[in-house]
Nanobody
Framework: QVQLVESGGGLVQAGGSLRLSCAVS????????MGWFRQAPGKEQELVAA????????YYSDSVKGRFTISRDNAKNTVYLQMNSLKPEDTAVYYC?????????????????WGQGTQVTVSS
């Protein structure tokens, strides 16, 4: 059974930083592209960042480009999302997702496994 467990969420002031982690078990992590999605209250879930199997290819939404960095450690079966210069509009539940593919996915339906989510709240 594949499990994705996120951690690192919390409350931070605007301009601050957080690092989210997602530990993956039950699947060969090194052959899975990974993504971070978020969903704010009353809004649709959106892809924030994605990374291919090796870490050599990444994608960022325009809203976080230059502020967030996605990375992975295949030896630790973990993907990270470093979030800097946080804004109140970054407040959301953040979800980690895994694909049965080595290539990055841009759509929610591209992903096969999901974590339970971790809350990020940015105060102004």
């Amino acid at each position: 059974q594949v499990q994705l467990v996120e951690s690192g969420g919390g409350l931070v002031q605007a301009g601050g930083s957080l690092r989210l982690s997602c530990a993956v078990s039950g699947r060969t992590f090194s052959t899975s592209a990974m993504g971070w999605f978020r969903q704010a209250p009353g809004k649709e879930q959106e892809l924030v960042a994605a990374i291919n199997w090796s870490g050599g290819s990444t994608y960022y939404s325009d809203s976080v480009k230059g502020r967030f960095t996605i990375s992975r450690d295949n030896a630790k079966n973990t993907v990270y999302l470093q979030m800097n210069s946080l804004k109140p509009e970054d407040t959301a539940v953040y979800y980690c997702a895994a694909r049965k593919s080595i290539l990055t996915g841009r759509q929610k339906n591209d992903y096969d496994y999901w974590g339970q989510g971790t809350q990020v709240t940015v105060s102004s």
